[in-house]
């Protein structure tokens, strides 16, 4: 088809993993180009997204999009083998309302207590324990979200499955634990030993340096 397609990316954020790890589910070739988002954002990321000024970016013919569940259901609309949205317009409508609480909750309480010191990390410690606890409630004793396969909200829900166990070890806390949270635990163990997700993921110890610096 011809088709030119870019992601502007970095390498140990989860929010431009899950644009790879999408391309990769659908089989798409793209090329791939690392930014660094903290000393020197190129002047092309700042060109295709001037509005945030951060990856991830995937350009289509030409085309940005921005925002990686924006991009996500993009993607899944644009290359339409391996679906990763559910059809069913209320599944669908729910895999937004988890992914939505994923990033808009859980994400900024799993920062917050990783962040935190004395009280204040007890503190945001129970409330990100609390919003994982209703994250597990919708696996349902489901093996993914997605159901059988990984879908939408496993893809948005990548931060919690890999980089927090690294978040964990570096700040010296639990929230994620078997024994805490058994379903969750196991789903993120098995989400991580999917072919197509481990080949996507950066190195552990590599993260785990980075949250160490």
Known sequence: MGEELKLF????????????IALKIKGVEYEYLEEDIFHNKSALLLKYNPVHKKVPVLVHN??????SQVILEYIDETWNDNL??????YKKAMAHFWAKFIDEKCVPALWKSYMSVGPEREKAHDEACELLRTLEGELKGKKF???ETVGFVDIVASFIGHWVGAL????GFDVLTEDKFPMLY?????FKNCPVIKENLPPR???LAFFKA
Do not use: L, M, T
Request: hydrophobic share 35%.
């Open 168 to 171: 964990q070890e570096a700040a």
């Open 9 to 20: 990316g970095a390498w140990g954020s989860p929010f431009s993993r899950r644009i790879e």
């Open 62 to 67: 030409g085309k940005p999009i921005a925002e």
């Open 186 to 190: 196991k789903w993120a163990e098995d």
């Open 145 to 147: 979200f997605g159901g």
């Open 84 to 89: 990763i949205f559910p059809r069913d317009p």
């Open 205 to 207: 110890d590599k993260i």
